[in-house]
């Protein structure tokens, strides 16, 4: 059973950054695009970014030029580089993995930015 687990959230100040780290496990399928989307409380799930297994990416307008969007295939591993985060980016963030057609999700982590 496939299973992917977040790492990295937490407290940081606005101006400041964090690495989320997304590893999938229980299986050795590469998938076809792995990504992170966040939610806030009383807003929908939005897609942040996300990278094909050939490397190409994807980022929502909010986030570009900040966060960078990563991935180790062999390793089955996808990584967010947020930097100058500012309070709007508070919110739990998901890791996706999308694999013939079928979603995988993380449990989420909380990235809240505050000072």
């Known amino acids: 059973q496939v299973q992917l687990v977040e790492s990295g959230g937490g407290l940081v100040q606005p101006g400041g950054s964090l690495t989320l780290s997304c590893e999938a496990s229980?299986?050795?399928?590469?998938?076809?695009?792995m990504g992170w989307y966040r939610q806030a409380p009383g807003k929908q799930r939005e897609l942040v970014a996300d990278?094909?297994?050939?490397?190409?990416?994807y980022y929502a307008d909010s986030v570009q030029g900040r966060f960078t969007i990563s991935r180790v295939n062999a390793r089955n591993t996808v990584y967010l580089q947020m930097n100058s985060l500012k309070p709007e980016d508070t919110a739990v963030y998901y890791c996706?993995?999308?694999?013939?057609?079928?979603?995988?999700w993380g449990q989420g982590t909380q990235v809240t930015v505050s000072s």
């Open positions: 996706h993995g999308l694999h013939f057609g079928y979603n995988f």
């Open positions: 229980g299986s050795n399928v590469i998938f076809d695009a």
């Open positions: 990278i094909t297994s050939g490397s190409n990416t």
